[in-house]
């Protein structure tokens, strides 16, 4: 079991940056790729970043490679999702999400199946 709780959510306005938290629990990350995905309203939830956590092997979307970065603290067992230069297309509901598979995939998993376990979400709204 993890439990997932995400924060760093909020209102800014476009050209504005924000960095988001993933606090996990309940068990080891040792063979977990991280994720994050956003859902708009209307939209299906899609990709953003993913990080494995052993090793530190990140994945972007293409639309958000050049302004996201993520990244993790092994100490505090917590992701983040550094978001700058947003856009109103980045308001969405902004989920974290972990999946398992000790090490049997080179790089992170961008397929909602792969993930068992989800946050609650946080929102983001951009303003222009």
């Known amino acids: 079991q993890v439990q997932l709780v995400e924060s760093g959510g909020g209102l800014v306005q476009a050209g504005d940056s924000l960095r988001l938290s993933c606090a996990a629990s309940g068990r080891a990350l040792s063979g977990a790729h991280m994720g994050w995905f956003r859902q708009a309203p209307g939209k299906e939830r899609e990709f953003v970043a993913a990080?494995?956590?052993?090793?530190?092997?990140?994945r972007y979307a293409d639309s958000v490679k050049d302004r996201i970065t993520v990244s993790r603290d092994n100490a505090k067992n917590t992701v983040y999702l550094q978001m700058n230069s947003l856009s109103p297309e980045d308001t969405a509901v902004y989920y974290c999400a972990a999946g398992f598979d000790y090490g049997i995939r080179p790089r992170p998993s961008t397929a909602r199946s792969f993930y068992d376990y989800w946050g609650q979400g946080t929102q983001v709204t951009v303003s222009s």
């Open positions: 990080i494995i956590w052993s090793g530190g092997n990140t």
